[in-house]
């Protein structure tokens, strides 16, 4: 079962897509899928989502995306600029998107100190003109998950406890999708 505030997060970013009649496709690297599995619980959100791509992997990320080599190389995967790159490409390739989000990250463990649970989020809009001819990233932000860990409830019933990967991805998810609805929001 998926716990209670990652489900409300979703409910929120469909009901702040079907308020601006927005189309949303995701670009997720450290949460491997699972805001798209949140969106994808909800009925009625094939309207709204167009999907997700999962791109865990420097190569995934060039060739599905379009994230330059020097960008990866300069900054690693773990930066706004790689988060920027992401939103973009992943709405490049979804034409019938208005908007994107990517996420990507390191939520350890063995993570290098300086990136150990720290998350990057970018979105995207498409140009609105008739020919869409591009898109354009409208933020970036990055966080440290275990200062958002302090805010949620993990109270998850489940019959073993939750890795501190696990958690971080929990609260990567969910900042992901507050962060998506309240962008969309009028």
């Not at 709204?48 to 900054?75: H, P």
């Not at 709405?91 to 996420?103: D, F, G, Y």
């Not at 990136?115 to 140009?127: M, N, P, Y």
Request: with cysteine.
């Amino acid at each position: 079962m998926l716990p209670d505030f990652l489900m409300q997060a979703a409910i929120q970013v469909k009901s702040a897509l079907v308020q601006r009649d927005e189309k949303l496709v995701l670009a997720e690297s450290c949460t491997g899928g699972l805001a798209a599995t949140l969106m994808t619980s909800l009925p009625g959100i094939s309207e709204y989502f167009c999907g997700s791509a999962v791109v865990y992997r420097w190569d995934t990320k060039m060739k599905w995306l379009g994230v330059q080599r020097e960008t990866l190389d300069e900054y690693t995967d773990v930066s706004l600029e790689t988060a920027r790159e992401m939103a973009v490409g992943v709405l490049r390739q979804t034409p019938e998107a208005t908007l994107s989000a990517s996420i990507t990250g390191h939520l350890g463990p063995d993570a290098p100190i300086d990136q150990d649970g720290i998350i990057c989020i970018s979105l995207a809009r498409s140009d609105t003109d008739e020919t869409q001819t591009g898109a354009e990233w409208i933020l970036a932000e990055s966080y440290q998950c275990d200062d958002l860990l302090t805010s949620l409830d993990l109270n998850i019933q489940t019959d073993q406890e939750l890795t501190l990967r696990q958690q971080r991805q929990l609260a990567a998810a969910h900042q992901f999708l507050n962060l998506i609805a309240a962008t969309i929001e009028p």
